[in-house]
Structures are given as C-alpha cells and as structure tokens.
C-alpha cells in the first residue's frame, strides 16, 4: 500500500521551462512533507520542505506547493537548468515520525 | 563536517548469506534511519535508531535488523539473504529523532544477492 505516490517515473523539461513534479498521498495524519534530489552514485539530498499549515513554501527557483484538500503537492522549479536532471522523491511525515517516500520522478533537463 | 559514510559501497553475496552494513552519522547527530531503495519503489524505511534505541520500524521481515552503537554509528544486519534483497541500502542522520529534521544521506550501499 502506497502511501506516497509519484505517478510519473519520468519528466522530460527544456532548459529555460517550468519543470512540475507532482506527489499524491492518501494518509490524511501526514503534516510535514519533503523533497529531495538524487543524483546517481550519491545519497539523496534535502531540497524543501513544506508543513500542512502553509500551502507554499518557495526558495529559490524551487516552490513547493500543498493541496490538502487533495492531498497534493508538487514541486515548482524555475527555470530549470541541466544540473537539475536528477531523481526527485517527495516523502511526508506523519504520527510515528516515520518518513514515507515516493517512488521517484527522474527530471530530464534538456538544453 | 564529514558527512554520512557508509561502508562498503559495493557488496555481491549468495542466496542464504548475512551481510553486515555499517554507517557513520554526521558528528553529533544521533539518529539514524535505514532505507531500501529498489527500482520503483522508492525509498522503503527500515527502521530508525535514536542513542541506540530502535525508535520506528518499516514492514520489512525480521531478517533485517539493525543496533546502534553510543558513538551513533549504526550496523544493519541482513540475513538469510534472498534475491529480492538486492538494493541500494542507504543510511540517512538526523540531529534529532523525528521526521522534521533534515535527514543527511550517505552514498549508499549497494547489494547484489546472486
């Protein structure tokens, strides 16, 4: 059963373009969300994160964005530049502490 | 500040076989949590240690196990190796126990179960 889901495996962007990675989650108890970049050979690395009282949190080129209501987020980033083609994984935290992760969207940023 | 290490970066191993994975935290975080990352899903959490109590666990069977020593640094055991087992097993720290502290990632182990 998977809580968090990232429906899309992959993310084909031009450089200069949005690039919108999505996550859905079906556990209402979650009210911390998080995304992290990986880049292969490396562990994951914290990019945002986002608590379930605001519904958008920017830094940078990167904006994060909840619908509770829908129990969605995504994930903004503007432009998009090559040195973000990565696996992006969204994971929520709820009772228990346990942090749940997504699958992974790869990002492809074309130049 | 070193970062999250983990040793070794590459293991093969046979079917029936344990396997010990080791992880050192960043100096004075004192959590740390285990992952499974396969492809297609995800990263799967194993458990969590906080000053060497294990504090969360995921659905994995009790073939996985895990202990943390009071110098943070964590091993996680394996045994009775299967294919299925196979992955990428990543070790992550935390200055405190709890999902909202960041969680600094090492490079990963990763497992290859012939």
């Known amino acids: 059963d998977q809580q968090v889901k990232q429906n899309s495996p992959s993310l084909s962007v031009q450089e200069g373009r949005i690039s919108i990675l999505n996550c859905d989650y079906t556990?209402?108890?979650?009210?911390?969300f998080l995304w992290y970049k990986k880049y292969p050979a490396e562990g994951p690395t914290f990019l945002i994160s986002?608590?379930?009282?605001?519904d958008k949190n920017e830094d940078g080129r990167f904006t994060v964005f909840l619908n509770k209501s829908a129990k969605h987020l995504s994930l903004h980033i503007v432009p998009s530049q090559p040195g973000d083609s990565a696996v992006y994984f969204c994971?929520?935290?709820?009772?228990?502490?346990?942090?749940?992760f997504g699958a992974g969207t790869r990002l492809f940023v074309k130049a | 500040k070193a970062g999250v290490t983990q040793t070794p970066r590459y293991l093969i191993k046979t079917r029936g076989q344990q396997v010990t994975l080791s992880c050192s935290p960043i100096?004075?975080?004192?959590?740390v949590s285990w992952y499974q990352q396969t492809p297609g899903q995800g990263l799967q959490f194993l458990f969590e240690?906080?000053?060497?109590?294990?504090?969360n666990k995921g659905n994995f069977p009790g073939r996985f196990s895990g202990r943390q020593f009071s110098n943070s640094r964590s091993e996680m055991n394996v045994s009775t190796l299967e294919l299925g087992d196979s992955a990428l097993y990543l070790c992550?720290?935390?200055?405190?126990?709890?999902?909202?502290?960041?969680?600094?990632f090492g490079p990963g182990t990763r497992l290859l179960v012939l």
């Open positions: 992550a720290s935390s200055l405190k126990t709890g999902g909202t502290e960041t969680q600094y």
């Open positions: 986002i608590s379930s009282i605001k």
């Open positions: 556990n209402s108890m979650f009210d911390y």
């Open positions: 240690y906080f000053s060497e109590t294990q504090r």
């Open positions: 994971a929520a935290v709820g009772g228990g502490f346990k942090t749940i």
């Open positions: 100096s004075g975080h004192r959590s």
